[in-house]
């Protein structure tokens, strides 16, 4: 059998190949069936081989896959015509991944800052948040883990405690280079924090009055996980820049950095490029994942099949010793240990169930948009199964 002895040790990954998929299910090397309770990590909203999504990729890749952005790109000018209707945005840039979509909005915030004559623009980010792992982003985010090691960081950012206005606030009023803030509307990888009602207002209310940019990064969020096509529109709290990825291709590698009003003219040709990002064959699939979301209105059955799981969840959890939580918005969902639980990813698998553990104690379920009621009923009882043997461990 092959192994990983030429591919560098970044990842810590569990004992399983997949050969193929269809809908919420995958196939291992020796015929077993799994639950993906996972979707790649939010990226897989569709499924795996979705009609839609395959005829997409095949009819593009019959006609053209690439071309230079030295030229125009009519797939790329449907996408972005597109996500700019569903996102209440006006222009978009589109990069290869979440974390170039994420630099691109940073840019903005300095072009934003300098236009301002801000000699060294920063931006108020979040405790516990992700943005990607470039050294721009990295330094971005909440998190010493993703940090260590690859000092010195990216300056520029102020750190603050999550849910928290007031500290927003404090460092905005004693900081008079502050340009921006940048944050997740629901933390991901920080454990499925869900802010307080009326926090993103708020923020969206704080950048008005101090002319500062409201960038959401929706990469986990968006594209109707949350219940509604972006996080944001829960509250309505239209930010200025918005970055997705993950589920805007299915799998197919592409992200997009969204602007309205005058953050979207910041930028200009040679201030910001990418040789792959937004060629025909990725924005070709983005444009059908759009499609195929809105037909089925993907945000309501994100929202009804959320509520279930967490029922469900909630029901099977309740009084457990060692469950400290168990919370969602549509479909991110967490359950929160009081230890450690990376060994539930594993005793998962052994059930033949997909998910991970995230903020080290956070059992996290991010499923596919398209999971039917019955296999809803099968996650929430195989997660709620490995919770229970892990912790009666």
């Known amino acids: 059998m092959p192994t990983e002895h030429h591919l560098m040790t970044t990842y810590g ?7 193929h998929g269809e809908g919420a299910w995958l196939w291992d090397e020796s015929g077993r069936r799994y639950l993906d309770g996972l979707a790649g990590v939010a990226v897989n909203g569709l499924g795996h081989a979705h009609p839609a999504i395959v005829e997409a990729v095949c009819a593009q890749a019959r006609r053209l896959i690439h071309v230079s952005n030295w030229y125009e790109n009519r797939e790329q000018e449907a996408l972005a015509e597109r996500l700019c209707a569903v996102s209440g945005m006006d222009r978009a840039f589109f990069a290869n991944s979440g974390a170039e979509a994420n630099e691109a909005a940073l840019k903005l915030a300095r072009l934003h800052g ?39 960081l990216v300056p520029g950012f102020r750190r603050v405690p999550f849910n928290d206005l007031d500290a927003v606030r404090q460092v905005g009023a004693r900081d008079q280079t502050i340009v921006a803030v940048l944050v997740e509307p629901i933390l991901g990888e920080g454990g499925i924090q869900i ?30 996980r949350s219940g509604a096509w972006f996080a944001w529109q829960l509250e309505q709290a239209r930010p200025d820049v918005m970055t997705v990825a993950k589920a805007l291709g299915n799998g197919v590698p592409i992200g997009a950095c969204l602007a309205r009003g005058a953050a979207a003219e910041l930028f200009h040709p040679g201030q910001h490029g990418s040789t792959f990002g937004g060629n025909p064959l990725a924005t070709a699939v983005g444009h059908a994942v759009l499609e195929t979301l809105d037909d089925m209105r993907a945000w309501d059955r994100a929202a009804t099949l959320g509520q279930r799981l967490l029922a469900r969840l909630r029901e099977r959890l309740s009084g457990t010793e060692g469950v400290k939580a168990v919370r969602g918005r549509g479909l991110l969902i967490g359950v929160e240990l009081d230890r450690p639980a990376q060994a539930v990813m594993r005793l998962a698998l052994d059930r033949g169930l997909l998910l991970n553990v995230t903020a080290e104690r956070v059992v996290r379920l991010l499923p596919p948009l398209i999971l039917s009621d019955d296999q809803a009923g099968l996650l929430a009882d195989g997660t709620a199964d490995a919770i229970c043997e892990f912790l009666a461990s």
């Open 114 to 152: 300098h236009r301002k004559e801000v000699e060294a623009p920063a931006v108020i980010v979040v405790e516990g948040s992700f943005h990607g792992r470039t050294l721009g982003t990295l330094s971005a985010s909440g998190s010493r883990k993703v940090q260590a090691g690859f000092e010195p």
């Open 13 to 19: 990954r569990l004992p399983v190949a997949f050969t």
């Open 195 to 224: 802010p307080d009602a009326g926090y993103l207002t708020g923020l969206r209310q704080i950048c008005d009055e101090a002319g500062w940019l409201l960038i959401l990064d929706e990469i986990q969020t968006g594209l109707c």
